[in-house]
């Protein structure tokens, strides 16, 4: 075999096993500390996913669904818009199809990603206008749009229409998280395209209507209706409204400031040892603020779409911290007084160290139930 064509099989074996491993995430459980009272808050790690983000989860849903349609075959190549995780997924994955990939980015692309996209050997398109706000998404659809014209053999994955967006997520993200925090009376989902929200807000309208679904956007962006202006975090927020959450009936959201999120995901580094990206930390924020203000609307659960392992150029660093004027001890995290972890679980592991967990404190909120009723998400239509 030649060295390409071996280089090639390696490739295309790693990213079997890349696609494979998706799903199936643990959780880990905190206690955060607002006006003197403690809560539990389960938060769903999907850094676990083999590429490091949720968006393992988009990318697989996505190309399967082109493959299915037979609008994709061995040789073409998928082109997408991102702003790291979707690019770095669909670029980790595209070997196990025998096809290429496009991915346009922008210079807001966390630089630790940027260097592990570019390691994939996927094609990197890099755009540099901003608009009106300072943002990039225009400017991103508008080379996706000009390559998809341009070049024979480019398809669109388009995340921020296709249905598959959002199926992924209420066959998937959000049956694990019911069963693994299946007395969650709230569950907060950071919103970008929205296809996770509403993936997940639908699957638990259906099977578990007493859990309320809370989109968590930040301050400057539209997706869920908000008025566009400079943000700077990766991976929440849009320049445009979210296709999938619907306009129609009151969806329960939240909005938060950038800067406070990004102070939250510091703290709960330092207090617990766990690195989560700033959309995680603008869902904590958001969760934090409604114990606040009712303090017996938990128990809570916060969907974690990474980890900060890429951001420790960016949100953990105190130089482009200050480089965004972003005023951390002034920002705060208030109301949050204190975090402190509680447990880390598993996915494979979970039932037993969850039952000894509650075995050690009785009458304890979250349960979950087995690793293979966890791993075998219920199918049906998505109503979103
Ligand atoms: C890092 C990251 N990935 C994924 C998502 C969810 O994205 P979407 O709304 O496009 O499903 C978010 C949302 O905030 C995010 O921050």
């Given at each position: 075999?030649?060295?390409?064509?071996r280089?090639?099989?390696?490739?295309?074996?790693?990213?079997?096993?890349?696609?494979?491993?998706?799903?199936?995430?643990?959780i880990?459980?905190?206690?955060?500390?607002?006006?003197?009272?403690?809560h539990?808050?389960?938060?769903?790690?999907?850094?676990?996913?083999?590429?490091?983000?949720?968006?393992?989860?988009?990318?697989?849903?996505?190309?399967?669904?082109l493959?299915?349609?037979?609008?994709?075959?061995?040789?073409?190549t998928?082109?997408?818009?991102?702003?790291?995780?979707?690019?770095?997924?669909?670029?980790?994955?595209?070997?196990?199809?025998?096809?290429?990939?496009c991915?346009?980015?922008?210079p807001?692309?966390?630089?630790?990603?940027?260097?592990?996209?570019?390691?994939?050997?996927?094609q990197?398109?890099m755009?540099?206008?901003?608009?009106?706000?300072?943002?990039y998404?225009?400017?991103?659809?508008?080379?996706?749009?000009?390559?998809?014209h341009?070049?024979?053999?480019?398809?669109?994955?388009?995340?921020?229409?296709?249905?598959a967006?959002?199926r992924?997520?209420?066959?998937?993200?959000?049956?694990?998280?019911?069963?693994?925090?299946?007395?969650?009376?709230?569950?907060?989902?950071?919103?970008?395209?929205?296809?996770?929200?509403?993936?997940t807000r639908?699957?638990?309208?259906?099977?578990?209507?007493?859990?309320?679904?809370?989109?968590?956007?930040v301050?400057?962006?539209?997706?869920?209706?908000?008025?566009?202006?400079?943000?700077?975090?990766?991976?929440?927020?849009?320049?445009?409204?979210?296709?999938?959450v619907?306009?129609?009936?009151?969806?329960?959201?939240?909005?938060?400031?950038?800067?406070?999120a990004?102070?939250?995901?510091?703290a709960?580094?330092?207090?617990t040892?766990i690195?989560?990206?700033?959309?995680?930390?603008?869902?904590?924020?958001?969760?934090?603020?409604?114990?606040?203000?009712?303090?017996?609307?938990?128990?809570?659960?916060?969907?974690?779409?990474?980890?900060?392992?890429d951001?420790?150029?960016?949100i953990?660093?105190?130089?482009?911290?200050?480089?965004?004027?972003?005023?951390?001890?002034?920002?705060g995290?208030?109301?949050?007084?204190?975090?402190?972890?509680?447990?880390?679980?598993?996915?494979a592991q979970?039932a037993?160290?969850?039952r000894g967990?509650?075995?050690?404190?009785?009458?304890?909120?979250?349960?979950?139930?087995?690793?293979?009723d966890?791993?075998?998400?219920?199918?049906?239509?998505?109503?979103?």
């Open positions: 075999m030649g060295t390409r064509l280089a090639r099989s390696h490739a295309t074996l790693a990213a079997r096993r890349r696609l494979e491993g998706i799903g199936g995430t643990g880990a459980i905190i206690e955060m500390t607002i006006g003197g009272r403690t539990d808050v389960t938060l769903k790690l999907e850094s676990e996913n083999p590429c490091g983000a949720i968006k393992d989860r988009t990318a697989r849903a996505l190309i399967g669904s493959v299915d349609a037979g609008r994709l075959r061995p040789g073409m998928i082109v997408e818009s991102s702003s790291g995780n979707l690019a770095l997924a669909l670029a980790s994955l595209a070997p196990a199809f025998d096809i290429g990939a991915l346009v980015v922008d807001h692309i966390a630089p630790d990603k940027l260097r592990r996209l570019e390691r994939t050997g996927a990197i398109e755009v540099d206008r901003t608009d009106a706000a300072g943002n998404l225009h400017s991103r659809l508008r080379r996706v749009e000009q390559l998809v341009d070049k024979p053999g480019f398809v669109w994955t388009d995340q921020y229409g296709s249905p967006n959002p992924a997520h209420y066959t998937g993200t959000a049956p694990e998280l019911h069963a693994q925090a299946s007395l969650a009376k709230l569950v907060y989902v950071p919103v970008s395209t929205g296809g996770t929200f509403a993936g639908a699957y638990f309208a259906r099977h578990a209507p007493g859990t309320e679904v809370v989109g968590v956007d301050i400057g962006s539209v997706a869920l209706g908000g008025s566009a202006g400079p943000r700077l975090l990766p991976g929440i927020g849009s320049s445009r409204r979210s296709h999938f619907p306009t129609d009936v009151a969806v329960r959201s939240s909005i938060v400031d950038e800067g406070r990004i102070a939250c995901c510091r709960l580094r330092a207090q040892g690195a989560v990206g700033g959309s995680s930390g603008a869902a904590l924020i958001a969760c934090a603020d409604q114990l606040a203000d009712h303090p017996s609307s938990g128990p809570v659960a916060v969907l974690c779409p990474d980890g900060g392992a951001y420790t150029q960016t953990y660093a105190d130089d482009w911290v200050s480089r965004h004027k972003i005023d951390l001890a002034g920002t995290i208030e109301p949050i007084e204190r975090f402190q972890r509680l447990d880390r679980l598993g996915p979970g037993r160290r969850v967990r509650i075995a050690r404190t009785p009458g304890h909120p979250f349960y979950m139930t087995t690793a293979a966890s791993s075998s998400p219920q199918k049906g239509p998505i109503h979103v």
